[in-house]
């Protein structure tokens, strides 16, 4: 029977306690400890007692952070089962985790005494003598869940199958499932705290690196933003590249979409957790930290330099995996689910509120369904398309008129936000000259007399119009003229 069908058979049956039982044993092993809790509660208090339900029992309230009420649970245990070498293993894993470590090394001690052919009692015994003898104790030892393959499931009991076990074997009996090397040693370096390779934080510790790193990264993102806002986006520029587009013209709707994901990111995560059906009780505080350091992450990218640019991006997703998997400790399938759904989500919305801010800002509707391939198709053949700039050049110095179309990109979007030109005029020598330029013959645009040997001017245009541009010298200084565009410009 399936987990599934054997909920639902519990569900029907609450008085089958042996299917209730194997229920239990699969939740843990399956790691919905928060559903394994109900139901080895209803096990401890209506069932007959039962020493491996004190340990599943124990083992899941460790496994939530309750070391408090799992010690509790194995010390009533031992008054009912006083020779029971599991129950004081556990009991000084427990105790060994929740800092009490020289009331563990009382309970090896016993453990010792009780059965003295134990594999490794009278070696926890030694390890936490000498480890308490250098005088550093840590304040309440956690290891990271995910970091570690310390594991509260007694030894007698299989983890593939849920068979029991009695006596110290090194096989199930009935699958053939090893049951010792292992979690046994790594349980010991447990008690071997000198010496273990965990990483050993305090939840509140690793709530206040997340924290910290949090505040960061929005503190980075802050810095660059004002750098921005103070120096470059106060000057005007001529996007001719793509880059130039999303580096000074985007600006104020990268901006906003920025504080918006700061915001929804955290309600993505709490929503995945249950559609993915993530049932271990994650706080409120570490759902939102995590759901602010992968929103600020992604704006962090955003302001990576053009040949990291697409670093970054891809980093974001292996980040976030990285961040919900150490940060929630859940099972790689889990973690995978949950990190896709939440890329998803965060595109989906960059994507939307993007758009809406362009349209507002814009004063017309962009539909992302179709400027997104429009642009992109643009893009991926400007450069065997015709030129994007034109030369205006007279040898000796005689006056030119040249009437220019630009041509449309494909996207009334790009039209609009790269509708600026770029003119740069050089002469041989100092000299007044006169540079113009009309929308037709007569509506000027720009117009420049200066004397000077050169100039760099900007002008905004429009697609499929003509426009006159006209330069003259007034000794006949010979010059060339550069018109660069983003737009195809089409000679007439």
């Known amino acids: 029977m399936n987990l599934l069908d054997l909920l639902d058979y519990v569900e029907k049956n609450p008085k ?30 209506e069932w007959e007692p039962y020493v491996n339900v004190y340990r599943f029992l124990s083992a899941t309230l460790y496994r939530l952070g309750k070391y408090e009420e799992s010690i509790n649970e194995l010390k009533k245990a031992i008054e009912k089962w006083d020779k029971e070498p599991g129950l004081y293993e556990q009991l000084g894993r427990a105790l060994i985790s929740a800092g009490k470590i020289e009331e563990a090394r009382k309970v090896y001690e016993k453990l010792a005494e009780i059965c003295p052919e134990h594999k490794w009692a009278q070696t ?9 003898s250098k005088k550093h104790v ?46 046994t040693r790594a349980d010991l370096t447990t008690t071997d705290i000198n010496l273990a390779p965990v990483a050993m934080l305090t939840p509140e510790i690793i709530m206040l690196l997340l924290g910290l790193v949090t505040i960061s990264f929005i503190s980075v993102n802050i810095f ?11 000057s005007v520029h001529v996007s001719l590249t793509f880059w130039d587009i999303y580096r000074h013209e985007l600006f104020p709707a990268r901006f906003i979409t920025t504080i918006i994901l700061l915001f929804i990111s955290p309600i993505f995560i709490k929503l995945g957790l249950n559609i993915t059906g993530l049932r271990e009780k994650i706080p409120y505080n570490l759902i939102i930290l995590t759901g602010l350091i992968i929103a600020s992450f992604i704006s962090l990218s955003s302001w990576l330099p053009k040949p ?55 004063n017309t509707f962009i539909n992302p369904f179709t400027q997104i ?30 009437n220019i179309a630009f041509e449309k990109t494909g996207s009334y979007w790009l039209d609009i936000r790269a509708n600026r030109i770029k003119i740069d005029l050089f ?66």
């Open 427 to 492: 002469l041989d020598n100092i000299d007044t000259f006169i540079c113009e330029v009309n929308k037709g013959e007569t509506k000027p645009i720009i117009y420049y007399k200066n004397r000077s040997d050169k100039l760099s001017a900007n002008c905004s245009v429009n697609t499929d119009e003509i426009f006159t541009f006209k330069i003259s010298t007034e000794n006949k200084t010979p010059f060339v003229a550069r018109i660069q565009s983003l737009f195809i410009l089409s000679p007439q």
């Open 138 to 183: 840590r304040k309440t030892p956690f290891p990271f869940t995910f970091g570690s393959e310390f594991d509260l499931l007694p030894e007698s009991i299989c983890k593939r199958c849920g068979a029991e076990n009695k006596g110290y074997i090194d096989r199930c009996w009935k699958c053939g499932e090893s049951l010792t090397p292992e979690t």
């Open 224 to 234: 660059m933003s004002l750098k921005f806002l103070l120096g470059d986006y106060k």
């Open 373 to 402: 391939p429009a642009v992109a198709r643009f893009f991926k053949y400007q450069h065997i398309q015709p030129p994007h700039t034109m030369e205006l050049k007279s040898t000796d110095g005689s006056p030119i008129t040249k």
């Open 308 to 362: 990291l640019f697409l670093w970054g991006f891809i980093m974001v997703p292996i980040f976030s995996f990285l961040v919900i998997f150490g940060t929630f400790a859940t099972s790689l399938i889990k973690t995978l689910n949950l990190c896709l759904f939440q890329m998803f989500m965060l595109f989906i919305s960059t994507v939307i509120i993007f758009s809406a801010v362009e349209s507002h800002i814009l």
């Open 16 to 45: 089958d306690y042996e299917n209730r039982w194997k229920l239990a044993k699969k939740l843990y092993q399956n790691k919905d400890y928060s559903l394994a809790l109900e139901h080895l509660t209803i096990l401890k208090n």
């Open 124 to 132: 926890a015994v030694s390890r936490i003598e000498s480890f308490l």
